[in-house]
């Protein structure tokens, strides 16, 4: 079974950075398009970045230039680069993937990684 763990998430002040991690792990298993999602207290889950195998990206217009998504591969790992933080960043971040087997086209999810911003 093929399972999406992400890490990275914490507590920073207004201003600060965090990068947050998605890993994929089992076997034999190709990664297609991954990406980004958050969920606010009381709000549904947005996208923030996607990227396709190939390395295309594509943004939320809230990031406005301070995110940048990224991935390895190689290393069946995704990353998401968080700068310039603000409150309104404060949720949880869920890694999102589609993933093809032998048996399936799957799209799966993490279980989320929590981020804060104080003010």
């Known amino acids: 079974q093929v399972q999406l763990v992400e890490s990275g998430g914490g507590l920073v002040q207004t201003g600060g950075s965090l990068r947050l991690s998605c890993a994929a792990s089992g076997s034999s298993f190709t990664i297609n398009t991954m990406g980004w999602y958050r969920q606010a207290p009381g709000k549904q889950r947005e996208l923030v970045a996607t990227i396709s195998r190939g390395g295309s990206t594509n943004y939320a217009d809230f990031v406005a230039g301070r995110f940048s998504i990224s991935r390895d591969n190689a290393k069946n790992t995704m990353y998401l680069q968080m700068d310039s933080l603000k409150p309104a960043d404060t949720a949880v971040y869920y890694c999102?993937?589609?993933?093809?087997?032998?048996?399936?086209?799957?799209?799966?999810w993490g279980k989320g990684t929590l981020v804060r911003v104080s003010s």
């Open positions: 999102n993937a589609g993933i093809i087997t032998a048996v399936s086209y799957t799209d799966y």
